[in-house]
């Protein structure tokens, strides 16, 4: 019988463990034009939060979309501990493997700027599952936001093809948007 473990202890891993080491989640929406998508010649990564979708964007056109999970306080993280996830454009590191997550690729929150505001924080990414769980309850936990502010997909089958991505078209940054 799975052990049921509560949220706020998989947003202490994503945000403690983090600097260390198709999906069957909740349906993306249909997408529509927003400055959430992708921009004219991008090649990128966009993650629209209110539609909960990750975009690859190659050559200012859509390549894949990912559903996700996002900080279970919502979005605008300002805040070490607040499990918000920022918005903005960040720098990303290089994808890397996790014990906790299969993968995480390091989001560069905050910035320079953001720390001079006094915003306070790290150890946000995007990343896979957590270890250990069942496919059932890992499909429940994409359909709400669980995380200390990262960006999490499904599957390890996603988060591969993310990292992949990232490699392929050298990636450095993402744009995090409302």
């Given at each position: 019988?799975?052990?049921?473990?509560?949220?706020?202890?998989?947003?202490?891993?994503?945000?403690?463990?983090?600097?260390?080491?198709?999906?069957?989640?909740?349906?993306?929406?249909?997408?529509?034009?927003?400055?959430?998508?992708?921009?004219?010649?991008?090649?990128?990564?966009?993650?629209?939060?209110?539609?909960?979708?990750?975009?690859?964007?190659?050559?200012?056109?859509?390549?894949?979309?990912?559903?996700?999970?996002?900080?279970?306080?919502?979005?605008?993280?300002?805040?070490?501990?607040?499990?918000?996830?920022?918005?903005?454009?960040?720098?990303?590191?290089?994808?890397?493997?996790?014990?906790?997550?299969?993968?995480?690729?390091?989001?560069?929150?905050?910035?320079?700027?953001?720390?001079?505001?006094?915003?306070?924080?790290?150890?946000?990414?995007?990343?896979?599952?957590?270890?250990?769980?069942?496919?059932a309850e890992l499909a429940s936990l994409v359909a709400q936001d669980w995380t200390a502010g990262c960006i999490a997909v499904a599957t390890d089958d996603d988060i591969e093809a993310v990292a992949?991505?990232?490699?392929?078209?050298?990636?450095?940054?993402?744009?995090?948007?409302?």
């Amino acid at each position: 019988m799975p052990t049921f473990v509560p949220l706020a202890v998989l947003a202490l891993l994503c945000s403690s463990f983090s600097a260390s080491s198709s999906s069957a989640s909740r349906e993306p929406p249909p997408n529509t034009a927003s400055s959430r998508d992708c921009r004219a010649n991008e090649t990128g990564i966009v993650v629209d939060t209110r539609a909960h979708q990750l975009h690859l964007c190659g050559d200012g056109k859509i390549e894949r979309t990912f559903a996700v999970a996002l900080g279970m306080r919502g979005v605008g993280k300002q805040r070490q501990g607040d499990n918000r996830t920022p918005l903005g454009r960040y720098g990303l590191g290089p994808p890397r493997a996790s014990q906790h997550f299969h993968i995480f690729v390091p989001v560069q929150y905050p910035t320079p700027a953001q720390a001079r505001m006094g915003f306070t924080g790290g150890a946000i990414g995007i990343h896979g599952p957590p270890r250990g769980w069942s496919f059932a309850e890992l499909a429940s936990l994409v359909a709400q936001d669980w995380t200390a502010g990262c960006i999490a997909v499904a599957t390890d089958d996603d988060i591969e093809a993310v990292a992949a991505w990232i490699r392929k078209h050298g990636v450095k940054d993402v744009r995090l948007e409302v």
